[in-house]
């Protein structure tokens, strides 16, 4: 069982992106469960890639393929993933903030929303504050979640709630953040109203947001 998590984890690292829609249907064919594919293979192959990067053994283009691959993994995942179907439990607007272009985090937390049966407009990457504020008044979500990978761009999550409380309707909409640099004490400081570690916090916080 462990083997086929590490020749996941692998293809990850050494982004096989031909190769891992055969290793993770291999994977599930032996029963494995979606989210230990995930949380065990996947996500750990993605830090490896990390340190590397950190550690110039890997450059842009390397990190990209990675991407590629962890992303190819995660569509065939997806059906897993999300076995509700069950009435909307709210409306969620999900986005990555300006100026980041990380997105596969945003992608998984925005599966196991859905999963878990909640509506999620996906705004995408790069998403301005004047264009998120606009979709906010239109959509009137219950939760705003923004997603930040890079320290440059943790700033940008502080101007969203600022300009929500400019157009005063910061107190119509929950704001949940996340991403790897993100924690609870900078979530304190911007005055978020809750912080998901990973995916599967990310659905308890909603939920807890919503319900109150
Ligand atoms: Co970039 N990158 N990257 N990268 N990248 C990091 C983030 C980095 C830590 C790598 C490193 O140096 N070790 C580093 C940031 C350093 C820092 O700011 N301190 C970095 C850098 C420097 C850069 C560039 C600047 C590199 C360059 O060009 N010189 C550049 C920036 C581009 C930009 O955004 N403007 C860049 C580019 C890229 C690629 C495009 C090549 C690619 C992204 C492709 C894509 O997303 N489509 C990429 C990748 C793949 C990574 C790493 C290797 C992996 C990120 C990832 O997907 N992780 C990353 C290193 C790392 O994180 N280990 C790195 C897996 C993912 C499932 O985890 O996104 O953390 P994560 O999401 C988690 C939780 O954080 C949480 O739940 C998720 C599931 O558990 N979560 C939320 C996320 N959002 C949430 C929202 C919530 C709640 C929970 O509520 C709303």
């Known amino acids: 069982m462990s083997e086929q998590l590490d020749k996941i984890k692998e293809a990850i690292v050494g982004g096989q992106h031909n190769e891992i829609e055969a290793?993770?249907?291999?994977?599930?064919?032996?029963?494995?469960?979606?989210?230990?594919?995930?949380?065990?293979?996947?996500?750990?192959?993605?830090?490896v890639v990390g340190r590397k990067f950190s550690n110039n053994e890997i450059f842009v283009p390397e990190m990209l393929v990675a991407a590629v691959t962890?992303?190819?993994?995660?569509?065939?995942?997806?059906?897993?993933?999300?076995?509700?179907?069950?009435?909307?439990?709210?409306?969620?607007?999900?986005?990555?903030?300006?100026?980041?272009?990380?997105?596969i985090g945003k992608n998984l937390v925005i599966?196991?929303?859905?999963?878990?049966?909640?509506?999620?407009?996906?705004?995408?990457?790069?998403?301005?504050?004047?264009?998120?504020i606009a979709t906010v008044k239109e959509i009137k979500p219950d939760v705003l979640g923004l997603s930040a990978l890079l320290t440059t761009t943790l700033?940008?999550?502080?101007?969203?709630?600022?300009?929500?409380?400019?157009?005063?309707?910061?107190?119509?909409?929950?704001?949940?953040?996340?991403?790897?640099p993100v924690d609870a004490a900078f979530s304190d400081k911007i005055g978020a109203d809750g912080y998901g570690r990973d995916a599967a916090e990310a659905v308890q916080i909603a939920r807890q947001l919503i319900t109150g």
């Open 70 to 103: 962890m992303n190819k993994g995660l569509a065939l995942l997806k059906p897993f993933l999300q076995q509700s179907g069950a009435e909307s439990k709210g409306r969620i607007i999900m986005c990555t903030v300006k100026g980041d272009l990380h997105d």
């Open 23 to 47: 290793l993770v249907q291999a994977a599930l064919d032996a029963t494995l469960a979606a989210d230990q594919i995930v949380n065990q293979a996947m996500i750990p192959g993605m830090d």
């Open 155 to 180: 700033p940008e999550m502080a101007k969203v709630i600022e300009a929500l409380e400019a157009n005063n309707i910061r107190d119509e909409v929950k704001v949940m953040i996340g991403g790897a």
């Open 111 to 132: 599966m196991m929303l859905e999963g878990a049966g909640f509506e999620v407009l996906d705004m995408g990457v790069d998403i301005n504050v004047d264009s998120l």
